[in-house]
């Protein structure tokens, strides 16, 4: 017989009888149905007691009274009208800044039973996890002390505070329920006991587990009988039957229009997990022959930051999340690394109305007390520069805008390869250097500066598929150049960026590629009738011609700015070819039509501009029988 069977029985017995017996404790609560609000402001109180303590049950339909003879038992049963108001009970609580709180998963299947001469509801509550309490109501937070539901003192709140902010990175920390001693392999301790002693003579190797235990528990790996997942992850027997997916890595090359790529699943300890995720991604990642260079092969990704990526990986992830770490390789198009966890939402800038979306970069372990271990395995360098390394390898051209996407309970990063300033960037910039220098007064771009241009305006384009871009910083070290093009106003700081984290966004006449409202003032509503590629021309014809020193494109060079816009690839040359052939039909039938005329170039290759004294043909009765 359970607690709860024992308790209705002796209820039971009690209104059978006309007695009365104390049933009430720290984890039971007797209520009456309530008609009113202010009755049912009494079960949430008991219910917010239970969910700060140690979770409880709430039994609604049998009363205690006083009386002058003593306690007795009323049975009021229960109510019909009831049922909404126990399933609101989850939902009516908030945390300490009163943002509301979705405590489902804590009021397990509240249950209505056959009892005296009725029913009754019977409501559990279960005890919030330490780094979620306390959960409040109207503003008060509550606990159960023996048989009553007391208020939080400040200075309990603010304890709670502060450890939830310690538990929130300290999770490595938590027991495994079930563990013991024997879980611990005692070859993994005494290997990482020799990496402590490199640096100095801090322990001596333990010859069995017994002379082991003072150490494991001063370096917080066994605590209370159990280990705890740090020492799980660092030195467990068999981790994967403690842990689950939590000790797990998988990986998975995709390659089009192949049956079956590379595939990788291991369950380890965290060093044999970043050992066997790098090893996937090096055999997996193909070298470049670079002809600038004399012919030599390099690395698609640098070896460094993919190793740095993945380590970060296991060391930032969220350890409370049973979920394992997966890798995803797109030869050509990105690395994906997807990580159980989330980014804290400080670090989170969202600006909706125009699509603005950027990751601050933090330089604090997640994990400190596992981070400091791998620290020891080299497998860390604690520097905290991940976010800071990636876009300064972006800005030197080594890879292209990394970014962030976010999942329930889940974040993947992407890894491009480069370069930044890519041939697409380039046109970009040729098809505008006249305007670039009369903005730069008379310079031309540096390096550096296509580059800053290139990560801002890429950085957009991320965000219009709602990916985070990271924020460009004063630890990237490209300050000099983000103050000369604002200066020159080819850069600006966007009017809702946080006060000491300014959000800088790029020249929309930079980044724009599509003239349609100017071109549908100039050309009229038959604009709107042409194809798609019509219009792009027409529009790549204008920007030629307002912002370009080559003022008249031919058609030659229309085809390769839309080609390198569209993103293709200038190596294939028969989809070249055939784009070429049909550009060149298209600007025939414009001309003809009176769209563009020709503007300048030799006779041999003429230039074409938008022709500003267009005329819509006039159809009439004639033209139609026609």
């Known amino acids: 017989m359970t607690a709860l069977e024992r308790t209705l029985s002796r209820i039971e017995a009690c209104l059978n009888e006309g007695k009365y017996e104390p049933v009430e404790t ?85 249950r209505v039973l056959d009892f005296h001469k009725g029913r009754i509801a ?157 090893a996937f991604i090096l055999r997996n990642t193909r070298k470049a022959v670079v002809t600038d260079r004399g012919g030599s092969s390099v690395p698609e990704y640098p070896s460094e930051l993919l190793r740095e990526s993945v380590n970060n990986a296991f060391a930032h992830r969220d350890y409370s999340i049973d979920h394992y770490v997966s890798i995803l390789i797109k030869p050509d198009e990105y690395i994906e690394i997807r990580n159980p966890g989330t980014f804290r939402p400080h670090l989170l800038v969202q600006i909706q109305d125009c699509s603005i979306y950027r990751v601050i970069p933090e330089a604090k372990a997640r994990n400190p007390k596992l981070a400091h271990i791998l620290h020891l395995y080299d497998k860390w360098e604690g520097r905290g520069r991940g976010m800071a390394t990636l876009v300064s390898l972006s800005l030197e051209d080594k890879i292209d805008v990394p970014s962030f996407r976010f999942r329930t309970q889940e974040v993947s990063l992407f890894i491009r390869p480069g370069p930044l300033v890519d041939q697409r960037m380039r046109s970009l910039f040729a098809a505008h250097d006249k305007y670039l220098r009369d903005k730069l007064q008379g310079n031309d771009l540096t390096v550096g500066q296509q580059r800053v241009l290139a990560y801002l305006i890429k950085s957009e384009e991320i965000n219009t598929r709602l990916d985070f871009s990271i924020l460009l910083t004063q630890d990237n070290d490209h300050f000099e150049e983000i103050n000369r093009l604002e200066k020159a106003g080819l850069i600006k700081r966007h009017s809702q960026s946080p006060e000491l984290r300014p959000i800088y966004v790029a020249d929309k006449t930079l980044s724009s590629t599509d003239y349609t409202e100017q071109l549908r003032k100039t050309l009229g509503e038959t604009f709107d009738g042409l194809d798609q590629t019509s219009k792009e021309i027409l529009s790549a014809i204008y920007r030629f011609n307002n912002y370009s020193s080559i003022t008249y494109p031919g058609a030659r060079l229309l085809a390769v700015t839309l080609w390198d816009e569209h993103g293709e690839d200038r190596g294939d040359i028969r989809g070249f070819d055939a784009f070429d052939r049909n550009v060149r039909l298209r600007m025939k039938r414009l001309e003809k039509d009176g769209y563009v005329i020709h503007g300048g170039g030799s006779s041999h290759r003429p230039g074409y501009a938008v022709n500003k004294a267009f005329k819509p043909p006039v159809f009439n009765q004639e033209n139609l029988d026609l």
């Not at 609560?29 to 949430?44: Q, T, Y």
């Not at 003593?70 to 609580?93: Q, W």
């Not at 159960?144 to 939830?164: F, M, N, P, V």
Request: aromatic share 8%; net charge negative; charged share 30%.
């Open 26 to 110: 720290d984890r039971f609560e007797l209520k009456p149905c309530p008609a009113n609000n202010v009755e049912w402001r009494e079960i949430a109180k008991s219910a917010n007691a239970f969910l700060n303590t140690r979770g409880g049950i709430l039994i609604i339909g049998v009363k205690e009274e006083q009386e002058p003879a003593g306690k007795k038992f009323i049975f009021t049963g229960y109510r019909e009208d009831a049922e909404p108001k126990i399933k609101d009970l989850a939902k009516i609580f908030t945390d300490i800044e009163t943002r509301a709180m979705d405590l489902s998963n804590y009021f397990p299947n509240p």
């Open 122 to 278: 019977i409501v559990y509550v279960d005890e919030l996890p330490a780094d979620e309490k306390y959960c409040f109501y109207d503003g008060v937070s509550y606990k159960r002390l023996l048989t009553g539901d007391h208020k939080h003192s400040k200075d309990e709140i603010s304890t709670q505070e502060e450890y939830k902010l310690e538990a929130s990175l300290h999770k490595e920390l938590m027991l495994i329920k079930g563990s013991s001693i024997e879980d611990i392999d005692l070859d993994k301790l005494n290997e990482y006991i020799q990496l402590l002693n490199q640096q100095a003579k801090i322990a001596t190797l333990k010859p069995d587990l017994n002379s082991a235990r003072p150490f494991l528990e001063s370096h917080q790996m066994f605590k209370n009988g159990e280990v705890t997942l740090l020492g799980m992850l660092v030195c467990g027997k068999e981790p994967a039957a403690r842990l689950n997916f939590r000790c797990r890595v998988q990986g998975y090359l995709e390659i089009p229009n192949a049956v079956a790529g590379d595939k990788m699943a291991m369950d380890a300890n965290v060093i044999q997990l970043m050992e066997a995720a790098n």
